[in-house]
């Protein structure tokens, strides 16, 4: 730290120092003169001449911005003009580096041509040129604008989630699996998931049968029972119910867990330690989905068939024969390849997307909770908007399914 003329006045005279102090790292820090820096930020709070020499875009009211910029344009190589004369053998009101003078009888800066010492003359023009340019800058509309722009949280999210879905399936095609952590998600997604998705799948085939037998009975279609509910069950029930499934089971765990690593910074930790988070975490969650989402649905298709089979039999007095012939009729391997096709890209929009809310969270345990709410929330939606793009796009035109039935 410099030294401050002790006893000098404010304004102008021949022991005053030209050269302009060092930010303080803390209030009341004293220099080697016993002066504190708040007597410098006081005396340079009424230097007039500064002000003839900045523009108004970087005149600061502050002393101490005023010093941190002066300290910047010293870092920069670039020499600010002072508002008062040199020290002994300087010429008044000259810049900073002109003449010997200064504070300590010529005390030369560390920097050559800065603040403190060099050449008489130079670094008038060349800070006024810099400050000019500076200006320029920050007065411009386009920089001002996204300087104060802040994008709503909904489009952040979108965009985040297009690129992290993106950055997973660029490292899919390259290899980079973590074998260990896709193993273990796969476990979350796929057995662990299964008790509720098949319960789920039976309820919904028995629900349906009933509704089904009771309106086919009154016009003497019992025996296309079997073939409607297939056609049902594999086309649109069955992926939309487990999916559902997922995104309230597994898309709210990988919200919750990752929300929760990224509020408690555990995901700038893997950084630290040079591991990537979309390999190490978000990658074996979309994989694992990927391929648990299609196995679930045949398995839930298949208890689906078998509750409506069993309920129709025992309450309905349909056999189990009918039923399974009527749907062996109507049902195509086309209908339950689209059914895997949903449940592959479901899966996948709710693994992205929970993942995606997560790595976004921000505003510890509430924040977490906003996220996983939003992210199953999200996920529900998607999956509807997403069913009907597909149902458009696989099943245009005029079926002939139920013409089969007849025979």
Avoid at 57 to 64: C, D, K, Q, T, W
Avoid at 270 to 283: G, I, K, S, W
Wanted: proline letters at 5%.
């Amino acid at each position: 730290m410099q030294r401050h003329a002790a006893g000098s006045a404010v304004g102008g005279g021949a022991g005053r120092s030209a050269a302009v102090m060092p930010r303080c790292s803390a209030r009341g820090v004293r220099s080697n003169n016993g002066s504190t820096c708040g007597s410098i930020s006081s005396g340079m709070r009424h230097a007039p001449p500064l002000r003839q020499h900045l523009p108004p875009g970087l005149l600061l009211a502050s002393p101490r911005r005023r010093v941190r910029c002066a300290d910047a344009a010293a870092a920069a190589s670039v020499p600010l003009p002072e508002d008062g004369g040199g020290g002994a053998g300087g010429t008044p009101g000259a810049a900073p580096g002109g003449g010997s003078g200064g504070v300590g009888g010529g005390r030369r800066s560390p920097v050559p041509g800065a603040l403190g010492g060099g050449k008489s003359g130079k670094g008038g023009s060349e800070a006024m040129a810099t400050v000019d340019l500076l200006e320029a800058v920050s007065g411009s509309t386009a920089l001002s604008y996204l300087d104060r722009f802040k994008a709503p949280r909904w489009l952040f999210r979108t965009v985040a989630c297009l690129v992290l879905g993106g950055q997973v399936m660029a490292r899919m095609f390259k290899g980079k699996i973590h074998l260990r952590n896709t193993r273990d998600q796969l476990q979350l997604v796929g057995p662990k998931s299964l008790g509720v998705a098949l319960l789920t799948a039976g309820f919904v085939g028995m629900v349906f049968t009933i509704q089904f037998v009771r309106e086919f009975a009154k016009l003497g279609l019992t025996r296309s029972v079997g073939g409607v509910l297939a056609l049902a069950l594999a086309r649109e029930l069955t992926p939309v119910v487990t999916s559902i499934i997922l995104a309230g089971r597994v898309g709210s765990a990988f919200a919750a867990e990752l929300g929760t690593m990224q509020v408690s910074e555990q995901v700038d930790s893997l950084r630290v330690l040079a591991t990537d988070p979309v390999d190490y975490l978000v990658t074996p969650r979309v994989l694992a989905s990927m391929l648990a989402g299609p196995i679930l649905c045949v398995l839930c298709f298949c208890m689906g068939m078998g509750a409506s089979v069993l309920l129709a039999d025992l309450v309905y007095n349909v056999p189990a024969n009918v039923i399974l012939d009527s749907a062996r009729r109507a049902l195509t391997g086309y209908d339950v390849v689209v059914s895997m096709i949903k449940a592959w890209t479901f899966s996948t929009a709710i693994s992205v997307i929970s993942c995606a809310w997560g790595f976004t969270t921000s505003g510890g345990a509430k924040g977490v909770g906003e996220s996983t709410t939003s992210a199953v929330v999200i996920s529900l939606v998607t999956i509807f908007v997403l069913d009907f793009i597909l149902s458009y796009v696989f099943f245009q035109g005029q079926g002939d399914a139920l013409k089969q039935l007849k025979g």
